[in-house]
């Protein structure tokens, strides 16, 4: 029972520009929900995350949107730059309960 | 303050060995979880533990698989008599508590990879 869902398995973007990586989850009961990016052979990094209070949040080139009624969250990275490039997971928990993960979106910044 | 301690990273085991993973969470961390990777997948939840209990084991195949976080010591992942399905990135992390809205991220150890041949 896949919960989290992203259904792009790569993007490709050009240095500079808008990446947004997208993530739809099923369970109502999630209320904070996170973004992690990984590089290959290392363990996955936390980068910015949400709770279900807000409908955005910023940090530096990263800003994450919550659609709750649609139950869709995206990461904008801008502008993006070529050490963006890496696998980036969603994720999203509900109180008191364990993460549940994406399945991850390689992203590919070209110089 | 080290970060989430995972050994070893690499562990290659024959076929029905048993596999022993660890753990050591970050300092003050009391909440540790275990995810696998499966070539081109994405982090599928295997356990969540505290101190001496298991939380939720909903991730963990019902054999072969168990875990155990003693109130001295890591987290242990062990895999009884292991089988080639079970060569997988190992992650565990661990987040300093569970609060309500407004939680806190998980911190990842480097993984463990696990090779059975």
Same mark, same amino acid.
């Given at each position: 029972?896949?919960?989290?869902?992203?259904?792009? =398995?790569?993007?490709?973007?050009?240095?500079?520009? +808008?990446?947004?990586? @997208?993530? !739809?989850?099923?369970?109502?009961? $999630?209320?904070?929900?996170?973004?992690?990016?990984?590089?290959?052979?290392?363990? =996955?990094?936390?980068?910015?995350?949400?709770?279900? +209070?807000?409908?955005? @949040?910023? !940090?530096?080139?990263?800003?994450? $949107?919550?659609?709750?009624?649609?139950?869709?969250?995206?990461?904008?990275?801008? =502008?993006?730059?070529?050490?963006?490039?890496?696998?980036?997971?969603?994720?999203?928990?509900?109180?008191?309960?364990?993460?549940?993960?994406?399945?991850?979106?390689?992203?590919?910044?070209?110089? | 303050?080290?970060?989430?301690?995972?050994?070893?990273?690499?562990?290659?085991?024959?076929?029905?060995?048993?596999?022993?993973?660890?753990?050591?969470?970050?300092?003050?961390?009391?909440?540790?979880?275990?995810?696998?990777?499966?070539?081109?997948?994405?982090?599928?939840?295997?356990?969540?533990?505290?101190?001496?209990?298991?939380?939720?084991?909903?991730?963990?195949?019902?054999?072969?698989?168990?875990?155990?976080?003693?109130?001295?010591?890591?987290?242990?992942?062990?895999?009884?008599?292991?089988?080639?399905?079970?060569?997988?990135?190992?992650?565990?992390?661990?987040?300093?508590?569970?609060?309500?809205?407004?939680?806190?991220?998980?911190?990842?150890?480097?993984?463990?990879?696990?090779?059975?041949?």
């Amino acid at each position: 029972d896949q919960q989290v869902k992203q259904n792009s =398995p790569s993007l490709s973007v050009q240095e500079g520009r +808008i990446s947004i990586l @997208n993530c !739809d989850y099923t369970n109502s009961m $999630f209320d904070y929900f996170l973004w992690y990016k990984k590089y290959p052979a290392e363990g =996955p990094t936390f980068l910015i995350s949400i709770s279900s +209070i807000k409908d955005k @949040n910023e !940090d530096g080139r990263f800003t994450v $949107f919550l659609n709750k009624s649609a139950k869709h969250l995206s990461l904008h990275i801008v =502008p993006s730059q070529p050490g963006d490039s890496a696998v980036y997971f969603c994720a999203a928990s509900a109180s008191g309960h364990d993460m549940r993960f994406g399945a991850g979106t390689r992203l590919t910044v070209k110089p | 303050n080290a970060g989430v301690m995972q050994n070893p990273r690499h562990l290659v085991r024959r076929r029905g060995q048993e596999a022993r993973l660890r753990c050591s969470p970050m300092k003050g961390h009391s909440h540790v979880y275990w995810y696998r990777q499966l070539p081109e997948e994405g982090l599928k939840f295997m356990v969540y533990l505290q101190k001496e209990n298991i939380i939720d084991e909903s991730g963990m195949p019902k054999e072969r698989f168990s875990a155990e976080f003693p109130k001295e010591g890591p987290s242990i992942l062990r895999i009884q008599q292991v089988v080639r399905g079970d060569s997988a990135a190992y992650f565990c992390a661990s987040s300093p508590n569970r609060g309500l809205i407004g939680d806190t991220e998980a911190f990842f150890g480097q993984g463990t990879r696990l090779t059975v041949v």
